[in-house]
């Protein structure tokens, strides 16, 4: 069984921010791509930032510039850093992370999703 546990979303201000934090548990053999993605009320969910074992960034072009992510290998860990957030970053953030079992086929796992919700 693998597990990805988030924490750290909540309610600020816009121009505010949070910190999103990610935790892979379980039968783990690897870690390969991990990221988060992002869902509004009635919209698809869509890609924020994604990082490869070897630290490469992705990020959305709404978010560049204000978004960081990064990775902890040893700890299989993601955070993401959201600075100068706005009130259209409000959605459910999910964390996401694709994880070789010791059966050594890889998974699609997601996280139960954390709120961030931005005032104006």
């Known amino acids: 069984q693998v597990q990805l546990v988030e924490s750290g979303g909540g309610l600020v201000q816009a121009g505010g921010s949070l910190r999103l934090s990610c935790a892979a548990s379980?039968?783990?053999?690897?870690?390969?791509?991990m990221g988060w993605y992002r869902q509004a009320p009635g919209k698809q969910r869509d890609l924020v930032a994604t990082i490869t074992s070897g630290s490469s960034t992705n990020y959305a072009d709404s978010v560049k510039g204000r978004f960081t992510i990064s990775r902890d290998n040893a700890k299989n860990t993601v955070v993401l850093q959201m600075n100068s957030l706005k009130p259209e970053d409000t959605a459910v953030y999910y964390c996401?992370?694709?994880?070789?079992?010791?059966?050594?086929?890889?998974?699609?796992?997601w996280g139960q999703g954390t709120q961030v919700t931005v005032s104006s």
């Open positions: 996401n992370a694709h994880i070789a079992t010791m059966t050594q086929v890889v998974y699609n796992y």
């Open positions: 379980g039968s783990i053999l690897r870690v390969n791509g």
